[in-house]
């Protein structure tokens, strides 16, 4: 069964919610409005403090939800279009060639990203897929 989360503000619904035309693309988030919802094969929990970047199948910047600001210092309009490795300085790049040429999530990953204050903070950060045409993955950061 899918699950949905949406990037913003990190609600959970499952696909019996009933939503009609089932495109999550076309979904919008039912208690923030944001445009779209991702969509996981598993269920996940993120923690309260984690924060999702949603990236194209380049991993370039989709959209970044609540939480990444408080955890990065960086606002949506800092990251978008940016290569999210680049933009983040991810101790550890591995995981997403993974995700994208497998198609597999990566969980529990620990490395580090730079802050925009240029700070080093240590983070765990999850990888998924998307199952959508245009590919592209989420990345989720929790403070450690
Ligand atoms: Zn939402």
Do not use: H
């Amino acid at each position: 069964m899918p699950f949905f989360i949406c990037p913003n503000c990190k609600r959970r619904s499952v696909d019996l919610d009933g939503y009609e035309g089932f495109s999550a693309q076309a979904v919008q988030c039912r208690e923030c409005g944001f445009g779209f919802l991702f969509e996981l094969l598993e269920d996940y929990y993120p923690a309260p403090g984690t924060g999702f970047v949603v990236c194209d199948a380049a991993a370039r910047v989709l959209a970044a939800g609540r939480g990444v600001f408080e955890l990065t210092g960086f606002r949506d309009s800092d990251l978008l279009g940016r290569d999210v490795a680049d933009a983040l300085a991810l101790s550890d790049t591995s995981p997403i060639d993974v995700v994208r040429e497998w198609g597999v999530r990566k969980l529990g990953q620990q490395m580090a990203i730079r802050t925009k204050a240029g700070r080093e903070k240590s983070v765990t950060a999850d990888f998924f897929p998307a199952y959508d045409d245009d590919g592209g993955l989420m990345l989720a950061l929790t403070p450690r």
